[in-house]
């Protein structure tokens, strides 16, 4: 399972569905990776987040190569950089 969040508009419940929803549903071990830089991210929810910059493509693209189920959470201040 490998699933992303994007939206240009911040405040759009994106990572209230990605934890709430799809992190719930998921496999065990499932990674949570936060594209975000202003907001705050699931951390706050309790939920272990690797937080990255849009502007590191490369390593987010990497773990979605290797991982077997993914949760991205795409905020609105790096979507830009991110897609």
Do not use: A
């Given at each position: 399972m490998k699933e992303a969040y994007a939206s240009n508009t911040g405040r759009t419940g994106k990572t209230t569905l990605a934890t709430n929803v799809s992190l719930r549903n998921a496999p065990p071990g499932t990674k949570f990776i936060a594209v975000e830089s202003v907001n705050s991210t699931a951390d706050a929810l309790g939920v272990?987040?690797?937080?990255?910059?849009g502007n590191e493509f490369v390593k987010i693209y990497g773990e979605m190569v290797v991982a077997d189920d993914l949760v991205i959470d795409v905020g609105a201040s790096n979507i830009e950089a991110f897609l």
């Open positions: 272990d987040v690797d937080q990255l910059g």
